[in-house]
């Protein structure tokens, strides 16, 4: 097997997870792809120029805990193309892709490129993200602008919906449950989590931190987490994610 690695050092490691995380983003940047058709591409690899080897290969994602991702490439001859993009703390993520198969020695040489391009493609999106932007939304409170109507709808018009259900929640039960929520969509820089019923609240979580907070509990308004312990009742549950913290701009247009 040869295997290839590669080291990313930013800090938007939880960007650059939530990007690797849709398959259409990795397909887009493959090199040596000559078709695709769905989830099957194409791979073509060549060396001296006399040398060739070219299979279709089905792309199969699949999410290892909250901060590894694994694509496995795969043909009908069980030839295997591995992508692995995990974090490195808070320091940055490791890139891997390794091949195990037929004709190893041309394919084999064809790894650093893959890496490379992955590489370049999360290095565009992280482009359109500069740090200090985000840390300067980051240390913004957002809890007035989620008792607006219209505040709302322009975050969620910027977001997409991830979950919704319908729960049943006692006094002192919904921290533990909004910290499940969190936990599974950790890899998103953006949350907000809203739930309707008898009372009402609305979250809003950046990079892992509450930045916002509105409840309205017998016609009172609320911005203290505290009063989260006090709510109960049955609750229609929407969250939506981010992969850019930037999206609370729309909430400062209300401010």
């Known amino acids: 097997m040869?295997?290839?690695?590669?080291?990313?050092?930013?800090?938007?490691?939880?960007?650059?997870?939530?990007?690797?995380?849709?398959?259409?983003?990795?397909?887009s940047v493959l090199p040596n792809?000559?078709?695709?058709?769905?989830?099957?591409v194409k791979l073509k690899f060549t060396r001296f120029l006399l040398f060739s080897f070219e299979g279709e290969f089905v792309v199969e994602p699949s999410f290892i805990g909250s901060g590894i991702i694994e694509y496995k490439l795969t043909d009908k001859k069980r030839n295997e193309i591995k992508i692995i993009i995990s974090t490195e703390g808070k320091s940055g993520v490791k890139l891997s892709v390794s091949?195990?198969?037929?004709?190893?020695?041309?394919?084999?040489?064809?790894?650093h490129k893959i890496l490379k391009e992955i590489s370049n493609g999360i290095k565009s999106e992280l482009s359109k993200l500069p740090e200090v932007e985000?840390?300067?939304v980051g240390?913004?409170?957002f809890s007035l602008s989620l008792s607006k109507i219209s505040s709302i709808s322009k975050l969620i018009m910027k977001s997409k919906l991830a979950k919704t259900e319908d729960v049943t929640l006692k006094e002192g039960e919904v921290l533990s449950y909004v910290?499940?929520?969190?936990?599974?969509?950790?890899?998103?820089?953006?949350?907000?989590?809203?739930?309707?019923?008898?009372?009402?609240?609305r979250l809003l979580f950046l990079n892992g931190e509450l930045k916002g907070i509105y409840i309205l509990k017998d016609g009172k308004d609320?911005?203290?987490?505290?009063d989260l312990n006090h709510i109960s009742g049955e609750f229609k549950i929407h969250v939506y994610v981010g992969i850019s913290p930037r999206i609370v701009e729309v909430l400062e247009q209300e401010r």
């Open 222 to 226: 609320s911005f203290n987490e505290d």
């Open 99 to 111: 091949y195990s198969g037929e004709k190893e020695w041309i394919v084999g040489k064809g790894l």
């Open 33 to 40: 792809v000559v078709g695709i058709e769905n989830n099957v």
């Open 139 to 141: 240390s913004k409170n």
């Open 2 to 27: 040869k295997i290839e690695t590669m080291d990313i050092e930013d800090k938007r490691s939880n960007t650059i997870i939530a990007w690797a995380k849709d398959p259409s983003n990795i397909i």
């Open 134 to 136: 985000q840390q300067t």
């Open 179 to 201: 910290e499940g929520i969190i936990s599974d969509f950790a890899n998103y820089p953006l949350i907000y989590i809203s739930g309707s019923g008898s009372s009402t609240f």
